[in-house]
């Protein structure tokens, strides 16, 4: 699995559009960088079709939780994968 498609999981959790999404896909738009605040500036687009083709509700409080969690595992394992490969 590509960094980018962990990303695009990511959103997709974050968003929430993991459970009815027909498509996703992330893009990287434009890059920049700002002298003002020496930092960087990526320019990314999320898009997603969802199966009924209707908004989606906005999501509960309790699936940040989850979400949390979920990022924690993905971080984890990124560096766990770093630090075996090194």
Known sequence: MTN??????MLD????FF???AT??????????????NEHV????YRVRVR??????PREADTK???????KQLLLALNRSKSGSS
């Open 13 to 16: 959790y974050t968003l929430g």
């Open 24 to 37: 996703s896909k992330v893009t990287k738009r434009g890059q920049t960088y700002d002298n003002k605040t």
């Open 19 to 21: 459970d009815d999404k």
């Open 42 to 45: 990526i320019y990314l687009e």
């Open 52 to 57: 009924n083709g209707a908004p989606t509700q």
């Open 4 to 9: 980018w498609n962990k990303l695009l999981l």
């Open 65 to 71: 939780v989850k979400e949390m969690s979920l990022l």
